[in-house]
């Protein structure tokens, strides 16, 4: 089980390395994309547009090498749920977004909004995954 | 608790990169777009203006504001020329791309600025989506 979470959490970790990477090679992008949820200021998403690939970066790179593996699992799960609530309102809105889930992408009214929502939710599932197998793990060694 | 600590560190060190990124990225979106931001109503009383569509190639061709010239970051060598060409240096440029969230109309007019010294620009505040507003033009087509 502990093996399982550990294979899970990289795979987690190797996406959000990759969405990071994708969205630094081209911020303006990304910030447009930010831009078309309608929900923050210009100056908020120019720091988002910067600021959140190298939040995915860390994350992603504690989860693959497991180091500050606690605080890169809480800030996943803080990026994922922020992710699907962004994207629901999104949806419920019917606006035209990009998603901007691994930089610039299809708009969303074209794309779906199933797979992108789909995707997130899988990814929580997995650090959900992580965090059960690491508690059994110290309980049996507490055992 | 030691989670919440260590979510802080990588805060902060996200924070650094962000930061450096901002003065050392090559392609960094700038903080302060407004000041080239020009509202329709202003466009409109201009006696007249050189418009720019910063759109894709694809967008053009399905519609564009009339006499309004193709340029965008993707053909920009090519079709620069064809700009150079049209452009009538009296008459104030506007570009316009596909809304309000699109940024390449900022790209196009920033780039003609510093590559072209083309001062009298401006980009429209929202875009292709404002024009079908008012009916200027027909449909967003994005």
């Known amino acids: 089980m502990r093996r399982l979470g550990q294979f899970v959490e990289i795979i987690v970790g190797a996406a959000f390395l990759w969405s990071g990477i994708a969205k630094l090679l081209d911020p303006s992008a990304f910030l447009s994309a930010i831009l078309t949820y309608e929900v ?10 910067l600021g959140v690939p190298y939040l995915e970066l860390c994350v992603g790179a504690c989860l693959v090498f497991r180091v500050i593996i606690g605080g890169a699992r809480l800030l ?3 990026l994922l749920v922020l992710f699907i609530i962004l994207l629901s ?33 899988i990814m ?20 | 608790m030691k989670s919440v600590r260590e979510a802080c560190v ?17 392609k960094a979106p700038a903080f302060h777009v407004n000041e080239l931001e020009v509202e329709l109503e202003e466009v409109l009383r201009f006696e007249e203006a050189f418009w720019i569509d910063a759109r894709s190639d694809e967008d053009f061709e399905k519609g564009h504001l009339e006499g309004a010239l193709s340029l965008n970051e993707e053909r920009w060598e090519e079709q620069i020329v064809d700009f150079l060409d049209a452009w009538n ?25 510093a590559e072209l010294g083309v001062e009298n620009i401006f980009v429209l505040k929202g875009g292709w989506e404002k024009l079908a507003e008012v009916e200027i033009v027909e449909g967003a087509n994005q």
């Open chain 1, 40 to 49: 923050f200021s210009y100056k908020v998403s120019v720091i988002a547009s």
């Open chain 1, 76 to 78: 996943a799960v803080v």
């Open chain 2, 10 to 26: 990588i805060i902060v060190v996200t924070g650094l990169c962000g930061v450096i990124a901002f003065f050392a990225h090559p």
């Open chain 1, 124 to 143: 929580l599932v997995g650090i959900g995954l992580g965090i059960v197998a690491g508690v059994n793990a110290n309980g049996n060694r507490e055992k």
């Open chain 2, 89 to 113: 240096p009296d008459a104030p440029t506007v570009v316009y791309c596909s809304s309000q969230a699109c940024l390449r109309s900022y790209e196009v007019a920033e780039r003609l600025k």
């Open chain 1, 89 to 121: 309102q999104a949806a419920m809105r019917g606006l035209d977004v990009d998603c901007g889930c691994f930089g610039s992408s299809k708009k969303s009214s074209e794309a779906g909004f199933f797979w992108p929502i789909a995707r997130d939710v």
